[in-house]
């Protein structure tokens, strides 16, 4: 039920927000070049995928988790993106694709092998990564592997139709400030 209603929302999603991609997409033409991210990341079973979000940092930025990253290399436009969440927006072409789903742990790097081997303990990659969960809104990052690994496992092992719609929901209503970035 829960892979029919990410195609259903990821579709409806991109098909309403096409305008709100165009435009974004525009003006982070002007503000990086480059308005399109795409990094390799650990899906389910641990099978790589490209993740696609909205540029937030400068191109020439190393590609590392947000919170070994500087601040200093988010643009103000990203900010913005970051704090508005709409970076996130293009990641409903992974949802639609099957890759992810809108609700799940987040996709981590190969190099976080801490955070790849307390998951693996707990069997989160038997799911898709997913764009919100339980950690993201209650704040709890990469920067905290073993923590955030229980939290994931915690999830998956409640994750309900009416718990789908509330991280969903609490997402939508700013709850979560996304990956820490060291200042």
Known sequence: MIRLLDIVFSLTGLLLGFPVLVLLTIIGL??????????????????????????????????????????????????????????????????????????????????????????????????????????QVNDIDMSTPELLAETDQRMLQQLSLSNYFKFILMTVAGKGAGDRVKP
């Not at 995928?49 to 590392?64: C, E, I």
């Open 30 to 135: 002007f503000d990086t070049g480059s308005p399109v991210f795409r990094q390799v990341r650990v899906g389910r079973y641990k099978k790589p995928f490209t993740l696609v979000k909205f540029r937030t940092m400068k191109p020439d930025t190393a590609s590392v988790a947000s919170h070994l990253a500087s601040a200093s290399a988010i643009t103000p436009f990203g900010g913005f993106l970051r704090r508005t969440k709409l970076d996130e927006l293009p990641q409903l072409w992974n949802v639609l694709k099957g890759e992810m789903s809108l609700v799940g742990p987040r996709p981590c790097l190969f190099n976080q092998q801490e955070l790849i081997s307390e998951r693996e303990q707990r069997g989160v990659f038997n799911y898709r990564p997913g764009i919100t969960g339980l950690a």
